[in-house]
């Protein structure tokens, strides 16, 4: 092992934790966010009590849900019920690993022990980075269902299987957006779906341009697994309580929440960086900060989206989400990657 | 199925397009503590004990409040006044005089009863208390109201229609 592997091995370390600890703030940020948007749709102000406009209200929160008494049921499945909740949020943290954040590696102005230091904007540049996504991203649903069966209750079961059944119908349709996205950059490396975008078109050439369709099949697939309104029928409080995490409180709970938001926050950036040009833009190329501050304008506009889309519309019901993902968005998909597919044979070879 | 998309979708873009004009108007809300809750004049609140210019209390013990009161929560115990203690100008004056604010309706009976017109009820409705007990309000309480004037404020306009314009365009 030379010092250079350790040292970028360190610093890989360190991003890693700078990464997750930035997600986890961007989720208590967005709680906070959500909670002064919805109250503005709603012709309220939101909560502004603590601090000045409610901006302490955050840490206020956090520390209602950090000291809660920790309350394990006698009726459930005690390993499964306190792994579940991590099982949630870690594979939400994980899919991140793949998006680059910026357009080049970023080389610190100083050395240690004569070697110079790179970070790269991205975590991990695995050269199927789409299909990482998905991968991790149907993991998520082992957290729910394992989440809602151990707690022994009918409600929290019935939960997680809804849950889980979302999530995983609404995967195809999603993973067949992004083939459509793929068909044309002809690669599932993240770096270089994004650098395609940036290289036509005077860097204009985001994908939502040529596929308008599969990102709004995208973001609509993103709203189910994130569980989202109008498919928040994870936890629809009118009928199930609170589905899976009904037996669950304290910061148990607070990790099924955090895991929303973050899903939620990691979903628009792959959205932000597959449909939207990531971190491309005038000048993005040659100073990576710029690159940052542009993906995290797109990032915040999906975002307000999202949160506009949830103080609009109410939540579907369960027969008609399904039949919405496998008769309508399916199908759509489905044809829409048959349409790519063909006029790229017809335009190229 | 088309049709289906496109009605839903213009559906969808109407509900969205309501809830943005929304998120760009003032919000409704009224920040209570902070800014003062307009009241019309005859607006029932909490209950005032008056008392005459020369500092003697109105009421006299006469008990036909508590007669009155819908709910029964005036509790009046009287007693004779004497040369040395005298604290209304007839015979007898209300030595005992509660009223508690949990089971009160405000529906204003009382100050209807009264004979003296000593008992009313003003603007100030902020009564929240942090122990039940200190809902049931004595009469040392009842006979200082506390200053109100920071959460109510009462409306001056005119705010009644004159009797004869009634039905009128
Ligand atoms: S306002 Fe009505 S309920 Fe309240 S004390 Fe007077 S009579 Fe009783
Ligand atoms: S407040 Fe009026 S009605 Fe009630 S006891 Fe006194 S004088 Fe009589």
Not at chain 1, 267 to 281: H, K, R, Y
Not at chain 1, 285 to 306: E, R, S
Request: net charge neutral; charged share 15%; hydrophobic share 50%.
């Amino acid at each position: 092992m030379d010092l250079e592997f350790i040292i970028s091995l360190i610093v890989q370390i360190v991003m890693i934790g700078v990464i997750a600890v930035a997600l986890m703030t961007a989720f208590a940020a967005m709680v906070m966010v959500e909670r002064k948007l919805l109250g503005r749709f709603t012709l309220r102000y939101g909560p502004n009590r603590v601090g000045k406009y409610g901006s302490l209200q955050i840490i206020a929160d956090m520390f209602k849900l950090f000291f809660k008494e920790e309350v394990i049921p006698g009726h459930v499945e005690r390993t499964v019920y306190l792994m579940a909740p991590g099982l949630a949020l870690v594979p939400a943290l994980m899919a991140f690993a793949v998006v680059p954040i910026a357009g080049a590696p970023f080389t610190l102005p100083f050395q240690i022990m004569g070697t110079p230091i790179t970070i790269n904007p991205w975590i991990a540049n695995v050269n199927v980075g789409v299909l990482y996504i998905l991968a991790i991203g149907s993991l998520g649903t082992y957290g729910v269902i394992l989440g809602g069966w151990s707690s022994n209750n009918k409600y929290s079961l019935l939960g997680g299987l809804r849950t889980s059944a979302q999530m995983l119908s609404y995967e195809l349709p999603m993973g067949l957006a992004m083939l459509s996205a793929i068909l044309i950059v002809g690669s599932m490396q993240l770096t270089n779906i994004v650098e395609f975008q940036a290289s036509y078109l005077g860097g204009f050439f985001w994908l939502i341009l040529v596929q308008p369709v599969a990102f709004i099949v995208f973001y609509i697939c993103a709203l189910a697994e994130a569980g989202r309104s109008p498919f928040d029928l994870p936890e629809t409080e009118n009928e199930l309580i609170a589905g899976f995490s009904t037996e669950y409180g304290g910061m148990k709970f607070g990790l099924f929440f955090a895991a929303e938001y973050v899903h939620m926050i990691v979903v628009s950036f792959i959205m932000a960086t597959v449909f939207l040009g990531g971190w491309s833009g005038p000048f993005a190329q040659q100073a990576p900060f710029l690159g940052i501050g542009y993906l995290l304008i797109k990032v915040a506009f999906i975002l307000f989206t999202m949160i506009w889309v949830r103080a609009s519309i109410p939540r579907v019901r369960f027969d008609k989400l399904m039949k919405f993902c496998w008769k309508f968005l399916l199908p759509v998909s489905i044809a829409n990657a048959a349409a790519t597919a063909l006029v790229l044979a017809v335009l190229f070879f | 199925m088309i049709k289906e998309v496109v009605t839903s979708s213009t559906e969808i873009a109407r509900a969205m397009g309501v809830t943005i004009k929304y998120f760009f108007t003032k919000p409704v809300t009224h920040q209570f503590p902070d800014e003062p809750v307009e009241v019309y004049p005859r607006f029932r609140g909490r209950h005032v004990l008056k008392r005459h210019e020369n500092g003697l209390e109105r009421c006299i013990g006469c008990a036909l409040c508590a007669a009155a009161c819908p709910t029964d929560c005036i509790y009046v115990e009287a007693a004779e006044n004497t040369d040395d203690e005298r604290y209304s100008p007839g015979e007898r004056y209300a030595k005992v005089y509660t009223i508690n604010m949990l089971r009160c309706i405000f529906c204003g009976y009382c100050a209807e009863a009264c004979p003296t017109e000593a008992v009313v009820l003003e603007h100030d409705f902020a009564l929240a208390e942090y122990d039940r007990w200190d809902a049931i309000y004595p009469k040392e309480r009842l006979l200082e109201p506390h200053d109100a004037s920071k959460v109510v404020v009462v409306r001056d306009d005119e705010v009644f229609v004159n009797v004869s314009r009634w039905g009128k365009k």
